[in-house]
């Protein structure tokens, strides 16, 4: 087996930035990206925060070009190229692994429901055969409550010792505690790194033995998060995972992309990070206003953007 | 308004088969389209039967070329050009329109869940305003079992009422005959075409003033769904419903697309139709003897393959 990779313990999956015609700013990107690196965050882009689905395959080809030609640390760099068909997951994972990239988190085929382990098993394989690189380590990426599509803990052993030097571990957003420890219990001896899906989960990961976390949040308090992630054995942990919580807890008042777009654009002095694509919908100006004033109330406030 | 278009009343969401590579064999879909053309029904290539999720945007292209290049009615066909983002299905819909094909089928973005009607109307209309060509007539694709995005009878109006000469109908496959039968009371007047989404519906939603169905099983028992969209008016009717949902019903005991591929590979003599692409799976040597069986049992066969 492979060192497990040098990955942070805490990453980001960056909200992208649109223009006014919708195409994807490549520059406001970058830009973000090597802030939350500076912050000692991980770049989960294409991830579900960063409406990844809502950009074809040609605009997020183009995006990785500009991000590898940018010169950005692909030791830090976690695209997701999930896609519903093995032809497209295989064509965008393969140009991650050129760019160096330092892992890629893979979402199920998610449009067909009540599919079979066998037929999510034969997908993922797949894949890895079509892109047929050893350099490839794939995360997979559990997030039932939006495909609808759980990873059963023996689909996972079952990718995991199939292709022990491939499936190196996982997202997971089930937001189901119970699932996650016992995932860890089960694989995190072999080397599987099991990211949480929020940072709210960020010190029970760390304790049960899972590797960090890739949270939506981590897009508006980064700093804040990775110190806990680097001093969680210290004795004020939990006091650090309550400031996180209380953060978390209040931008989930609102939709969470159009608000983080709008702390983003708010605290970084830029409008255009409001804009989002369809079907999502930004903040109206009352939405927007009731999130800065929670903001204040907790105390809160973008630093160095 | 446009006059409607000459679609006929019973479409397929054609089957696609599977080189052993994996990449979709256009030889086989066109003698597919040209057999179905000949029992009166058109092609509603790229549905969910069709594995079209499964497929790349760049799969997708080079089927419509071929089939296009073929020679095939573009006046039977309504490819279904829906993605998650903006872009893609944009792109496909414009190629279909060139293409000279009389209608394309259009997913809602089915990805995130819990969208608002705002959002998913500024999909639609972005998508509309990207192809910006009139000779665009679009469908909508109600699928709620699978996209778990109900389109609501209140998004469909405002489309309507903002496209009136695009947004020319629907397929509902929600299942839920209160819903469609509400949709076809209000927008139907209009000149809006509601198409089941499976034969079962047929007769009723030809009596309610539907235009008729586009159903997986026109796949496998065309000719029959076709005779009683010609003759609905006629004494039989009723009688001729009962023998389709007797085919669909035994059909339907079964995974329906591997199953339907299984039955055109036996009738036809050609077991490279078997093949799907994961997450789906093939039915086993057992299924396939059941099928089979079943099939004897209800004395059906599909002729002329």
Chains 1, 2 share one sequence.
């Not at 896609?83 to 449009?111: H, M, N, R, W």
């Not at 004795?235 to 995972?241: G, H, L, R």
Request: one cysteine or more; a neutral charge; charged letters at 15%.
């Amino acid at each position: 087996m492979k060192p497990s990779s040098a990955l942070p313990k805490v990453l980001s999956p960056v909200l992208t930035p649109f223009k006014a015609n919708g195409q994807p700013d490549a520059q406001r990107l970058i830009k973000q990206c090597q802030w939350l690196t500076t912050c000692g965050v991980g770049q989960a882009i294409f991830g579900t925060n960063s409406e990844a689905n809502s950009m074809s395959s040609a605009q997020k080809m183009s995006l990785l070009d500009a991000l590898a030609s940018a010169g950005l640390n692909p030791g830090f760099l976690m695209p997701g190229t999930g896609a519903c068909s093995i032809d497209e997951a295989s064509v965008l994972t393969q140009a991650a692994v050129k760019a160096g990239c330092a892992g890629v988190l893979v979402l199920p085929p998610f449009y067909y429901k009540d599919v079979s382990d066998e037929g999510l098993f034969a997908f993922f394989a797949q894949v890895i055969e079509h892109v047929g690189d050893d350099r490839l380590q794939m995360y997979l990426y559990n997030i039932p409550p939006v495909t609808k599509i759980p990873l059963s803990l023996a689909l996972l052993t079952r990718l995991r010792q199939a292709y022990p030097n491939t499936v190196m571990g996982m997202k997971d957003s089930s937001g189901d505690w119970a699932y996650t420890e016992a995932v860890i219990q089960a694989l995190a001896p072999t080397g599987f790194q099991v990211y949480a899906g929020s940072e709210t989960f960020l010190l029970q990961t760390l304790r049960a033995g899972g590797a960090g976390c890739i949270s939506a949040t981590a897009n508006i308090n980064p700093s804040a998060i990775a110190r806990l992630a680097a001093t969680w054995q210290q004795s004020d942990a939990p006091t650090q995972q309550a400031a996180l919580d209380r953060v978390r807890s209040t931008f989930a008042k609102f939709p969470m992309i159009p608000a983080m777009k709008s702390a983003v654009a708010h605290f970084g002095h830029d409008p255009e990070w409001q804009r989002v694509l369809p079907p999502l919908m930004a903040l109206n100006p009352a939405q927007t206003e009731g999130l800065l004033l929670a903001l204040e109330d907790i105390g809160f406030s973008i630093q160095g953007l």
